[in-house]
C-alpha cells in the first residue's frame, strides 16, 4: 500500500540515502522554495509540493550516474506513491529522464533546482549572504558561465519558460522564497 510521506518522512527518507550534509541541505531548500510557491499556486497542496521537493534528489549522492532512475526504485522499495515518483522524476526531463513535468509543481521544481544552487554560490560569495541579494546580482552571475558552473543556465532559463515567467521574475520570486 502506498502512501505520500509527510515532509518530515520524507526528510527521513533523504537521510536513509545522503550522509553529505550539501545533499541534505539542498533538500530542505528545494522542499521550502516548493512549499513558499505552493502557498501562491496550490495552497491545499503545500505539504505535498514541500513532500516532493525534499526527495527530488534522494539518488543522486549515491547514484549520480543513475540519477531520477534510481529514484523511481528508491521510492517504491519505500511504498511512495507513484504521484510523488512521477514529480520527482519530472525534475530531470531531458536530462536524465523522459517523463515531462506538466503540474504547475513539477515545473516550479525543474525550474528552481538549478536556481536555489546557482543563488545559494551567489550568497556564499558576500559577506552578508542572502541577505541584500538582489535578481539583479543574480543576474550577473547567471550570465557569467564560470560562475557556478554546474548550475544549468539552459535548465533554469527552460524552467522559466515552462513557467511562462521572464527569467528575472523567477529569479526574484525564488529569491523571496528562499528569504522568507
Known sequence: MSYIPSPEQALELVKKYNEEPFH???????????????AKYDPERVEYWKTVGMLHDIDFERYPEQHCVKAVELLRENDVDEGVIHSVVSHGYGLCA????????????FAVDELTGLIGAAALMRPTG???LGAKSVMKKFKSKGFAAGCSREVIQQGADMLGMELTQLIELTLEAMNS
Open 24 to 38: 541534505i541541505q539542498h533538500a530542505e531548500t528545494v522542499s521550502k522554495v516548493l512549499g513558499w510557491f505552493a
Open 98 to 109: 523522459d517523463v515531462e513535468p506538466t503540474e504547475q509543481m513539477e515545473k516550479v521544481l
Open 130 to 132: 542572502m541577505e541584500g
